[in-house]
Antibody, heavy 121, light 107 residues
Framework: EVQLLESGGGLVQPGGSLRLSCAAS????????MSWVRQAPGKGLEWVSS????????YYADSVKGRFTISRDNSKNTLFLQMYTLRAEDTAVYYC??????????????WGQGTLVTVSS | EIVMTQSPATLSVSPGERATLSCRAS??????LAWYQQKPGQAPRLLIY???TRATGIPARFSGSGSGTEFTLSISSLQSEDFAVYYC?????????FGGGTKVEIK
């Protein structure tokens, strides 16, 4: 059974930093691209960042580029999101999601339950 | 960036009726489109990928169609558990983008 368990969320002041983790199990972690998707309170879904299975390729939304860094430790089946210079508009539930691509079709086929990040003074 | 526009924002439907949700892309995404369902307090769940392929375990009453810039998610006979918010998402081009969502509520 695929499981994704996020941790590391919390309250942080504007300008602060936070590191999110996502512990994965139930699949060959290194074989899949992984992503972070966030959802501000009462709002829709926003893709944040993705990283290839090897970690060699990373992608970011313009809204976080230069402030967030995605990484992974395939030996520990763990995905990370290091967030710097946090702003109030980064307040959201952050979901870890597993990508799956087959026959040219990609999708987020499994999601974690999310971790809440609140940026406020 | 490809902008995904969903309509309507809210759809009021009686149980047992058919629901039709629309998603439009600002430029062609071919068939690189997925649909997700989200209930309050829960993570999104994959329903449809490749515009028309149901994900594992998704009931046959859910169907997707379209290609290019126009897509539709249909729910043939709404069950109580189907009242939720639905999002479309394109994975044709970075950055990946979601639509704003359609809330399906009980009429």
């Amino acid at each position: 059974e695929v499981q994704l368990l996020e941790s590391g969320g919390g309250l942080v002041q504007p300008g602060g930093s936070l590191r999110l983790s996502c512990a994965a199990s139930g699949f060959t972690f290194s074989g899949y691209t992984m992503s972070w998707v966030r959802q501000a309170p009462g709002k829709g879904l926003e893709w944040v960042s993705s990283i290839s299975g090897s970690g060699g390729f990373t992608y970011y939304a313009d809204s976080v580029k230069g402030r967030f860094t995605i990484s992974r430790d395939n030996s520990k089946n763990t995905l990370f999101l290091q967030m710097y210079t946090l702003r109030a508009e980064d307040t959201a539930v952050y979901y870890c999601a597993k990508d799956h691509c087959s026959s040219g079709s990609c999708r987020f086929d499994y999601w974690g339950q999310g971790t809440l990040v609140t940026v406020s003074s | 960036e490809i902008v995904m526009t969903q309509s309507p924002a809210t759809l009021s439907v009686s149980p047992g009726e058919r629901a039709t949700l629309s998603c439009r892309a600002s430029q062609s995404v071919s068939s690189s489109l997925a649909w997700y369902q989200q209930k309050p307090g829960q993570a999104p769940r994959l329903l449809i990928y490749g515009a028309s392929t149901r994900a594992t375990g998704i009931p046959a009453r859910f169907s997707g169609s379209g290609s290019g810039t126009e897509f539709t998610l249909s729910i043939s006979s709404l069950q109580s558990e189907d009242f939720a918010v639905y999002y479309c998402q394109q994975y044709h081009t970075w950055p990946l983008t979601f639509g704003g969502g359609t809330k399906v509520e009980i009429k």
